[in-house]
């Protein structure tokens, strides 16, 4: 296979070449020029789109989309220790060719586990443009990416060989007291940059939470699937005429309920009045979509359920990825934001009832 890189700086048309002929975007035909642009505002990975020539002309796509591990190196040593970067290269070797939910093809995607450099190579969805979270979507948009994250959950549900995997199935009683552990030492930082632009009881709630996260981790239950865990507007790239989006960043996938996805991106990526207005038939689309990809033992009720309950899933991500990632202005407006907006979802769905019944 063709070498894996640290960063973009050391692609080489060479590289381009071998790159895409190994991954099928190319049969015959050389790279002979290749130019690199920055995109995105991921703040885990460094994201190029690269624009190429070849001889002949048209031998190959006309750019490609590279990802490699962040040049910050707090990010960096966060994405190696949550294994973030290995996870994205597992899902396009193990996964993506299990799910009907839209996903770029994939021609390289190599990984270091010892020490998280990696290099994926994935088809350039052009005239796509990323969601944005902090503008929030409309609740067409919003059933448009539910549906796509039905034909995510309904291929993998409950599936033997995934629960398997080491990589996938990650959780654990330690490793959940491990997450309850890092969300109580970082609540007070997180409290300290962002607590006077959060809302009194959005700042208690986050404390609430915090204080019995390992009760809310030890009574998670229901049926597993893999669970995309940053199902949001910013992953999801939406091409005019097209209502399918193409999903992308998967270094936070997991085997997980499907509820946790469902309420970030319900509670996340809505404005609180859209939420509140169109969250019941939001999920009744949802499970239609579950049911009609073969999803059969679970009902309508339990996904309200689940979906209450992992309300607080959003308020962990918000707090817990913010003090891990490297620091940027618009990353500072997106998680207050989405701490708000979840925080509020938790308070109108009751979500505390699952903390108290947790430690009767």
Not at 59 to 75: D, L, M, R, T, Y
Not at 80 to 94: D, K, N, S, T, V
Request: net charge negative; hydrophobic share 45%; aromatic share 8%.
């Amino acid at each position: 296979m063709p070498a894996l890189l640290h960063s973009a700086d050391q692609v080489t048309p060479d590289w381009l070449t071998e790159a895409l002929r190994d991954g099928g975007a190319m049969e015959s035909g050389t790279v002979v020029d290749a130019s690199i642009t920055p995109i995105g505002t991921g703040q885990m990975a460094d994201t190029v789109r690269i624009g190429l020539t070849y001889n002949p002309r048209g031998s190959g796509p006309k750019s490609v989309i590279a990802k490699f591990a962040s040049h910050n190196e707090q990010s960096r040593a966060t994405g190696l220790a949550l294994r973030a970067y290995e996870i994205e290269i597992r899902f396009y070797q193990e996964v993506a060719s299990l799910v009907t939910a839209r996903v770029p093809a994939s021609y390289l995607a190599k990984v270091d586990p010892e020490t998280g450099w990696f290099t994926l190579v994935l088809e350039d969805i052009d005239a796509g443009e990323a969601g944005d979270q902090i503008e929030a979507c409309g609740p067409d948009r919003a059933a448009a990416a539910l549906e796509e994250l039905a034909g995510l959950h309904a291929p993998c549900w409950e599936l033997p060989q995934l629960a398997a995997l080491s990589w996938l199935n990650r959780s654990s009683p330690d490793s959940d007291a491990f997450m309850a552990a890092l969300l109580s030492s970082v609540l007070p930082g997180f409290l300290e940059r962002y607590g006077d632009a959060l809302a009194p009881e959005h700042a208690r709630l986050c404390e609430r939470f915090v204080a019995d996260a390992a009760i809310w981790f030890a009574h998670r239950v229901g049926p597993r699937t893999a669970s995309h865990g940053d199902f949001r507007l910013d992953n999801l790239l939406f091409v005019s005429g097209d209502p399918r989006p193409v999903v992308v960043d998967w270094q936070t996938l997991s085997w997980s309920g499907c509820t946790f996805d469902v309420a970030y991106f319900i509670g996340g990526c809505l404005s609180v009045e859209d939420r509140r207005a169109h969250e019941v038939d939001l999920l009744t689309q949802y499970h239609q979509a579950l049911c009609a990809r073969g999803v059969s033992d679970y009902s309508l009720e339990q996904l309200h359920r689940d979906a209450r309950r992992d309300t607080f899933g959003g308020l962990l991500m918000a707090i817990l990825a913010s003090m891990v990632v490297e620091r940027t202005d618009r990353g500072d407006l997106m998680f207050v934001t989405s701490a708000g907006r979840h925080a509020q979802h938790a308070i109108d769905s009751g979500a505390v009832a699952f903390l108290e019944e947790a430690g009767d």
